[in-house]
Nanobody, 120 residues
Framework: QVQLVESGGGLVQAGGSLRLSCAASGSIFSINYMGWYRQPPGKQRELVAT???????NYADSVKGRFTISRDSAKNTVHLQMNSLKPEDTAVYYC??????????????WGQGTQVTVSS
């Protein structure tokens, strides 16, 4: 099994910053990509940002220029630096990891979610 542990959520004023982290452990052997999604209140889950094993990144238009995704491959950890936060960034943020175990079985796993609240 694969375990994802998220940290870094909280309450911040508009214009502030937060840094989310997600560490993957367990039977994951080779990671294809890691990413962050979010689910605002009353809305569907949406992509925030992803990063591949080679470092290619993809961002939602709404966060481009404000958020930065990065990863530490040696530690199977992904970070999301969130700057210039807006009230509309308020959501539960979920870590997502896609990869293979040592038997080459593909896994796509979700973290438990961490709340980010931005006050106006």
């Amino acid at each position: 099994q694969v375990q994802l542990v998220e940290s870094g959520g909280g309450l911040v004023q508009a214009g502030g910053s937060l840094r989310l982290s997600c560490a993957a452990s367990g039977s994951i052997f080779s990671i294809n990509y890691m990413g962050w999604y979010r689910q605002p209140p009353g809305k569907q889950r949406e992509l925030v940002a992803t990063i591949t094993s080679s470092g290619l990144t993809n961002y939602a238009d709404s966060v481009k220029g404000r958020f930065t995704i990065s990863r530490d491959s040696a530690k199977n950890t992904v970070h999301l630096q969130m700057n210039s936060l807006k009230p509309e960034d308020t959501a539960v943020y979920y870590c997502n990891v896609d990869g293979y175990d040592s038997y080459f079985v593909r896994h796509n796993c979700w973290g438990q979610g961490t709340q980010v609240t931005v006050s106006s």
